[in-house]
């Protein structure tokens, strides 16, 4: 008597399951496509906000004068600041950037638009 | 700084061994380590004696073996961070 009711009950269960699926299942997939998050594409950096933090860093050494400050000038010769103090500006730089700047490119930095130039070459920098 | 070479190589010791200073957790051995390398090269930067130079190389090299050691220990053995220290303090800036 059981196995009678049996599979009509099973059948009636598959029904409604295949209803459910079918209504639900646009939901599901685009729930799946949120999920899928784009890792691999990078932010990039506007270069306003690159220059604007720059510059920050400069004003933050207080051997620099603040009405000096400006993209084009020139750390040793318009800034006043020794070959010493030019490594803490590069290291300033790296700190906020999260990047490490190697030797070679390090020394090649002189001027903040040289420092602009080279972070947004940089991809990784943050 | 006598020759190109030397003064490259000046500051490029002068870089690694701000670089590895900043790292010691403890904050007053790091702020020590960032304030004696950097009286230091700022006191002998006037030199122009070759063999004195070199001499100061000489003793800078030793001294940034030791503060990469001592550093990494202090780095193992981190403890918690003084009142003083706030979340996004950058040492490196201030002087």
Not at chain 2, 6 to 22: E, I, P, T, W
Not at chain 2, 37 to 58: M, N, V, Y
Request: no cysteine; charged share 30%; glycine share 4%.
């Amino acid at each position: 008597m059981f196995r009678a009711i049996r599979p009509t009950s099973t059948l009636y269960r598959a029904s409604a399951l295949y209803k459910n699926a079918a209504v639900s299942s646009p939901a599901r997939v685009s729930m799946a496509m949120n999920f899928a998050r784009m890792y691999s594409a990078g932010a990039g950096l506007a270069r306003s906000d690159v220059e604007k933090r720059v510059l920050d860093i400069l004003a933050g050494f207080n051997k620099v004068d603040a009405k000096k400050i400006s993209l084009k000038a020139n750390f040793n010769a318009d800034l006043g600041l020794d070959s010493l103090d030019t490594v803490e500006v590069v290291m300033a730089i790296e700190e906020e950037f999260s990047i490490e700047i190697p030797d070679k490119d390090a020394d090649e930095i002189k001027s903040a638009e040289q420092a602009v130039e080279y972070i947004s070459k940089r991809d990784d920098a943050h | 700084m006598a020759t190109p070479a030397s003064r490259s190589q000046v500051l490029a010791l002068y870089r690694s061994l701000l670089h590895h200073s900043s790292k010691f957790a403890a904050y007053n051995f790091r702020d020590y380590a960032v304030r004696r390398t950097r009286d230091a090269f700022h006191a002998a930067k006037g030199e122009q004696d070759p063999a004195k130079i070199q001499s100061l190389i000489a003793h800078g090299e030793k001294q940034l073996e030791i503060v990469k050691r001592q550093s990494l220990i202090s780095q193992l053995y981190g403890g918690e961070k003084l009142v003083v220290e706030t979340k996004h303090q950058k040492i490196l800036r201030r002087h």
